[in-house]
């Protein structure tokens, strides 16, 4: 039997094959394709009228030519609002984050910085961005499992994105 952590992973992964296949295209030495998968934490804070986020995490990347990544990612930001916490929508979400991919196929490690952020999004349990400022692409942020606001609840996060630099 699986457990529900197990199912949430396999269908993580299954949207994730579906996004390399969807969007793979040849890439060179100096720009990567990548379809992530990573698990971590999202800790939220409140900063006055702001919310602080920092975010790390561990997990695997796919790139159809190149091969496969050990990514680790860490990064911190603000959003104006934290969604059904404080009201109905996270305003202005914007993380910078800094990924180590290191191929495993070339054993070639690269740092990419990008910025994670959505004018509007959503918060707890999915938390979809758009990735720009050194990247391009998508992804999301799930967490907070039952609709627990910070501080309660835990912080364990996967995050799914699909970037190219």
């Not at 060179?28 to 971590?40: F, K, L, P, Q, Y």
């Not at 910070?150 to 630099?165: Q, R, V, Y």
Request: charged residues 10%; proline residues 4%; neutral net charge.
């Amino acid at each position: 039997m699986i457990n529900r952590g197990s199912k949430r992973f396999l269908i993580v992964v299954m949207v994730l094959a579906a996004l390399t296949l969807a969007t793979a295209m040849p890439s060179n030495a100096a720009n990567i394709r990548v379809t992530c998968a990573a698990s971590g934490h999202i800790n939220v804070a409140a900063n006055g009228d702001a919310w602080d986020w920092n975010v790390d995490g561990i997990g695997l990347c796919l790139d159809t030519f190149q091969g496969p990544y050990q990514a680790i990612l860490a990064g911190s930001g603000t959003s104006d609002s934290l969604g059904l916490c404080d009201g109905l929508l996270v305003q202005n979400l914007s993380v910078q984050v800094s990924i180590g991919l290191l191929n495993l196929r070339s054993n070639v490690f690269k740092v990419v910085h990008e910025t994670w952020g959505l004018a509007l999004t959503t918060f707890p349990v999915a938390t979809p961005f758009l990735i720009s400022n050194g990247g391009s692409g998508l992804g999301a942020m799930f967490t907070r499992v039952l609709l627990a606001c910070p501080p309660a609840g835990i912080s364990t996060a996967t995050f799914a994105f699909n970037t190219s630099t």
